[in-house]
Antibody
């Protein structure tokens, strides 16, 4: 059973960098699939942030591209998100997920972690 | 790239059938058979219910079905049950640089 678990600070100050990690169990990232980050502001809809392949190839939402970095550590079977220069608008529940590259759906999700941007 | 358009809310009585629409463009919903649907209960992560327009993952009830016509995809829930009360989001692959776009979300209420 594939499981994903997000971790990282729940509170980040404005202008600083948000950093989250997604630990994957039950499947080796090196075996394939894309892995991605999605966020959901309180009371709002879902937004795709970006995705990474095990080889390191990345794809980012153009609206966030200048501030986002996604990386993968196959030795630890995890991937990470960094979002720089955060503002209150970046307050959201952040989810990591596995993406079926053959048909572009998100088949396994982490439980999500709330990140609040506030001084 | 705008979000796909869904009705804000849909309701039905237990046992009834309801349909949620998801309208996009020829660059996303209409251009690819890569529409998926997600169920989200309050405080929980989204759960994949339908992929590739009409396929159900293992373990998902056959009361859930999906279809597509032109630029509009639909999710039908038949035999509505109390546990189906949740938010539902569609998603599609898109040829634009954004790659993946989600719908605006629909709150399903079981009366």
């Amino acid at each position: 059973q594939v499981q994903l678990q997000e971790s990282g600070p729940g509170l980040v100050k404005p202008s600083e960098t948000l950093s989250l990690t997604c630990a994957v169990s039950g499947y080796s990232i090196s075996s394939g699939y894309y892995w991605g980050w999605i966020r959901q502001p309180p009371g709002k809809g879902l937004e795709w942030i970006g995705s990474i392949y095990h080889s390191g190839s990345t794809y980012y939402n153009p609206s966030l591209k200048s501030r986002v970095t996604i990386s993968v550590d196959t030795s630890k079977n995890q991937f990470s998100l960094k979002l720089s220069s955060v503002t209150a608008a970046d307050t959201a529940v952040y989810y990591c997920a596995r993406i079926s590259s053959g048909s572009s759906h998100f088949d396994y999700w982490g439980q999500g972690t709330l990140v609040t941007v506030s001084s | 790239q705008s979000a796909l358009t869904q009705p804000a809310s849909v309701s039905g009585s237990p046992g009834q059938s309801i349909t949620i629409s998801c309208t996009g463009t020829s660059s996303d919903v209409g251009g690819y058979n890569y529409v998926s649907w997600y169920q989200q209960h309050p405080g929980k992560a989204p759960k994949l219910m339908i992929y590739d327009v009409s396929n159900r993952p293992s373990g998902v009830s056959n009361r859930f079905s999906g279809s597509k016509s032109g630029n509009t995809a639909s999710l039908t829930i038949s035999g509505l049950q109390a546990e189906d009360e949740a938010d539902y989001y569609c998603s599609s692959y898109t040829s634009s640089s954004i790659l993946y776009v989600f719908g605006t979300g629909t709150k399903v209420t079981v009366l």
